[in-house]
Every structure is written in structure tokens, then in C-alpha cells.
């Protein structure tokens, strides 16, 4: 404890005054604990030994995923009365998805101040998860330094409210395959995929997948794997028979 107030009382100058700033701007809290919010935005480095898994973001990760996790159940229970679990459970998945996430951790611009170590947090690559991971790291912190209830408004303030429309979310399709199953099966339909065609070297491998509707081929879907070349055709399927996502349309308690 006297560690931690100590911590605090000493002077932030430079990078450390402007990066405590930024965190105070992002959460809606003056931070106690510097060194939670630098750990926050530490990635392993070359060389990492498992027994410095304390000395990096990862463990400050999974408490703030599993913290977003149940924040984000308790919202939604509160504001869908009337969704069932289903509904309740889709909704979620889409507003903790890695894109949803990596979407909201890029407007707050959390990479900038990621310590980059290995892969380093300006050098990442295209569909990089560090936004996202960084974000639910960020989470953990706020959740150990401030406690749930500052958490839980910063959740719902600073990251819901602020970014995320939830009669887009409500809207938005994650698997295309997903929706089809369930048409098919509501309306008692036989399916299958078939793989029609498969080329190209290891590097560029390429799929397309036949979907049959009761016995009679419906439409072709082509992708980089079997998976996505199923989905493509689910999409392409959905499109065709005007399907929609059969997810319940319900009120919101605001």
C-alpha cells in the first residue's frame, strides 16, 4: 500500500505526465496506480520467459475480457427485457467480437501507446488483435486500480454509449452460415456443402463450395478456406432467398 502511494505522490513528468492524461481522458478517472495502466500496454518481448508472464499485458487481458464479458450480459439483461437467451447471447458476442473491439480501441488511438516490444504496437499487421487485446487489458487495469463500479461506468459511458449504435449491432450478420442453418432448419430444409473445386499453391489456396438446397444445387461460394468458401455461399444463399437473420426484433429498456 505505501508502495502504491508512493508511486503516486511522485511527480509524472513527460511521456509519463501526457500518457496519465491520456488515460484519465479515456477512463473519465484520475488513475491511482501508474504502474497497472503501463503494465496495460506492455507486450512481451523477444525472448519471453513464461515466468515474466507478470511483467506484460496477457494476464491484465483475460481479467478484462472476462470483466467485459459480464458487464456487457448485465447491460444487455437490463436494456432487452424481452430478449430471450438466444438474442441476449448473439448481441453480446457481437459487441465483444475482435472487430468490434479493435474498432473501439482504434478511436481511442490505444496503440499509440502500446510499448512495443515484439511485433511492436505502430508495427502491427492488417487484422492485428492488439487494439482489441489492448483494450481488454486496459479493462482489467481500470477493474484492479478503480474497482467494478468505475469500471462498469466506463464501460458503459465512455466505450457503449460512446461507440457502438446497438440498433446496428441488432442488425449486423457475424456468420452468414449461421443464418442460413437456422432457415433451413425452422423450415424443416435439407442442406449440405460440397467442395466443387480446390487450386492454387500453399500460399494462395482456393476453395469453392456447392450449397444444395433439398437435393438441388443452389449457388457456388469460393474463399481461401473451406470454411470461408462455405460462408460465402451461405451469404450468397441468404441474398438469393431474400433470407434475414431470424433474430427477434425486441424493445429496449433506455
Known amino acids: ?27 473519465g478517472y484520475a488513475p491511482r496506480s501508474r504502474a497497472l495502466y503501463t503494465l496495460a500496454f506492455r507486450r512481451k518481448t523477444k525472448g519471453y520467459n513464461p515466468r515474466d508472464a507478470s511483467k506484460f499485458f496477457e494476464r491484465l ?17 437490463k436494456k432487452y427485457p424481452d430478449g430471450d437467451e438466444g ?9 465483444v467480437s475482435r472487430n468490434a473491439l479493435n474498432a473501439i480501441a482504434k478511436e481511442l488511438r490505444l496503440t499509440d501507446y502500446v510499448d512495443p516490444g515484439q511485433g511492436g504496437g505502430r508495427r502491427q ?49 457475424i456468420s452468414y452460415k449461421s443464418v442460413w442453418i ?3 432448419q425452422r423450415h424443416k430444409r435439407a442442406f449440405r456443402f460440397e467442395l466443387a473445386e480446390s487450386g492454387g499453391r500453399n500460399d494462395k489456396l482456393n476453395f469453392t463450395m456447392a450449397l444444395f438446397l433439398d437435393g438441388e ?38
Open 125 to 173: 499487421q492488417p487484422g492485428s488483435s492488439l487494439p482489441g487485446n489492448t483494450l481488454e487489458a486496459l479493462i482489467g487495469a481500470v477493474y484492479l486500480d478503480l474497482g467494478m463500479r468505475r469500471t462498469r461506468r466506463f464501460v458503459e459511458q465512455k466505450l457503449v454509449d460512446a461507440f457502438i449504435n446497438m440498433g446496428a449491432v441488432e442488425r449486423q450478420v
Open 61 to 77: 487481458e483475460f481479467l478484462g475480457d472476462a470483466i467485459l464479458g459480464a458487464l456487457m450480459a448485465d447491460f444487455l439483461y
Open 87 to 95: 438474442y441476449l447471447t448473439n448481441m453480446r458476442s457481437k459487441v
Open 182 to 184: 437456422e432457415w433451413a
Open 217 to 254: 444445387k443452389l449457388v457456388d461460394g469460393t474463399g481461401p478456406s473451406k470454411k470461408k468458401a462455405e460462408e460465402e455461399a451461405a451469404r450468397r444463399a441468404c441474398k438469393l432467398l431474400k433470407i434475414r437473420s431470424g433474430e427477434q426484433q425486441v424493445r429496449s429498456r433506455n
Open 1 to 27: 500500500m505505501l508502495y502504491r502511494v508512493r508511486l503516486w505522490l511522485s511527480p509524472a513528468t513527460g511521456e509519463d505526465a501526457a500518457f496519465l492524461r491520456a488515460i484519465k481522458s479515456m477512463v
